[in-house]
């Protein structure tokens, strides 16, 4: 099912701030920057590697107001691993499949996700805690 780590999220305060860091200390390069008014944030891909089943990046997340996912998660939690990404040829049957297995869907179906993607989120307490996205890549 699963073809790649698509990217890894990390909720930040201060976008701008996170890019430099992350540019600085491990050369890393913004390939696309946005804001996903549907997810409640503004966003930043870093692109990391080229693989046989697509790329992979990480993805730094502000929220546009403390009224959302990643606003709600930096007040209980603070900055850190938000979310995980997986790439997968198909989301809509990804989640058919998935949602079969008794794991709560956060999304019926696939929304916008980064770089004209489709993207739906798996609950963290059914994934042993960890915020699961699926993604599927434009060209599939
Ligand atoms: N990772 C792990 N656990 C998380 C979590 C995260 N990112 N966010 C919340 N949780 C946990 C909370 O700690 C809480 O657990 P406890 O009850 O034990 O304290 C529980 O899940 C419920 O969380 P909550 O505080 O009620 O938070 P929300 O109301 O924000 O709901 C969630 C959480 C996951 C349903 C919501 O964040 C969501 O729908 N996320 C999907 C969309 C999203 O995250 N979009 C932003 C990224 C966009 C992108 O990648 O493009
Ligand atoms: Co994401």
Redesign the pocket.
Known sequence: MFMRID?V?I?CHNLEEKIAFFERTFDLTVVAREI?EE???K?AMLHIADGDGGASYI?L?EPLSPD???G??LA??GEGV??V?FGVPDVARALEEIGGKGIRL??EKPRH??MGSS?A?L???DVG???T?LVQAPDH
């Open positions: 990217h999220g909720a996903n997810q409640g944030v966003e993805q997340l959302t996912p990643v709600r998660f209980k939690r938000h979310h990404a956060l999304d996700g980064s993207i989120f609950h963290p307490k805690g960890m915020l996205e």
